[in-house]
């Protein structure tokens, strides 16, 4: 793994964790390492499973240390994030796909075609970061947030779609600098379920 996919999982663990002195430092380290605009695609992403409010509180934090403004918002396009919806969710849950959608259509089916076009095709289809990159930052925000299913879900897209074990890991040492232990017991007998499954 590299340093800079290493300070974006750590940037994303830190938004989860709600510390905005950790996140200080956190950007301050990141951007030795880490290219500045993926670090705002990491940002921009949390508000997915972290919300608006973590967010906008993150790049507020992050304009203030850089004092660099985007100048130019990406044009919104509903047709093309469905597609791009479709491929995306398909990659990360893999043959379980069919049955996410299933299940989330019995909760409700506005949120199945918000979680393919918003969650999928207009945010974690975005450019910017890889797939697997997107992913291990999700774990690490999810881990410290303690969503274990959906946690569960997001280790496993992770490998399926390219992910190593030891990235994984990487993420889940991040989010445990911001978690007890006995969460962190939790999520890593989590990730052993995760593993022996996907070896079979």
Same mark, same amino acid.
């Given at each position: 793994m590299t340093e800079n996919d290493r300070a974006l999982i750590r940037v994303s663990a830190a938004l989860a964790s709600h510390d905005e002195e950790a996140l200080v430092e956190i950007?301050?380290?990141?951007?030795?390492v880490a290219d500045s605009q993926q670090i705002e695609e990491a940002i921009l992403q949390s508000y997915l499973f972290l919300g608006f409010p973590v967010a906008l509180?993150?790049?507020?934090?992050?304009?203030?240390?850089?004092?660099?403004?985007?100048?130019?918002?990406?044009?919104?396009?509903?047709?093309?994030?469905?597609?791009?919806?479709?491929?995306?969710?398909?990659?990360?849950?893999?043959?379980? %796909?069919? #049955?996410?959608?299933?299940?989330?259509?019995?909760?409700?089916?506005?949120? !199945? $075609?918000? /979680? +393919?076009?918003?969650? %999928?095709? #207009?945010?974690?289809?975005?450019?910017?970061l890889t797939l697997v990159t997107? !992913? $291990?930052? /999700? +774990?690490?925000?999810?881990?410290?947030?303690?969503?274990?299913?959906?946690?569960?879900?997001?280790?496993?897209?992770a490998l399926n779609v390219g992910a190593r074990s030891s990235d994984v890991d990487v993420a889940l040492a991040e989010a445990e600098v911001f978690g007890d232990v006995k969460d962190c017991l939790e999520v890593r007998n989590m990730w052993e379920k995760v593993k022996t499954r996907n070896e079979t």
């Amino acid at each position: 793994m590299t340093e800079n996919d290493r300070a974006l999982i750590r940037v994303s663990a830190a938004l989860a964790s709600h510390d905005e002195e950790a996140l200080v430092e956190i950007f301050c380290e990141a951007r030795q390492v880490a290219d500045s605009q993926q670090i705002e695609e990491a940002i921009l992403q949390s508000y997915l499973f972290l919300g608006f409010p973590v967010a906008l509180a993150g790049m507020a934090v992050w304009r203030r240390q850089t004092e660099s403004h985007f100048k130019q918002s990406t044009p919104l396009d509903c047709e093309g994030w469905a597609a791009r919806g479709h491929d995306v969710c398909r990659a990360v849950y893999a043959g379980k %796909y069919d #049955k996410l959608r299933e299940h989330v259509r019995t909760l409700h089916p506005d949120l !199945e $075609l918000w /979680i +393919v076009v918003e969650g %999928y095709g #207009k945010v974690l289809g975005r450019p910017g970061l890889t797939l697997v990159t997107r !992913e $291990l930052c /999700i +774990v690490a925000s999810l881990a410290v947030l303690g969503a274990s299913k959906q946690l569960y879900s997001h280790m496993r897209g992770a490998l399926n779609v390219g992910a190593r074990s030891s990235d994984v890991d990487v993420a889940l040492a991040e989010a445990e600098v911001f978690g007890d232990v006995k969460d962190c017991l939790e999520v890593r007998n989590m990730w052993e379920k995760v593993k022996t499954r996907n070896e079979t």
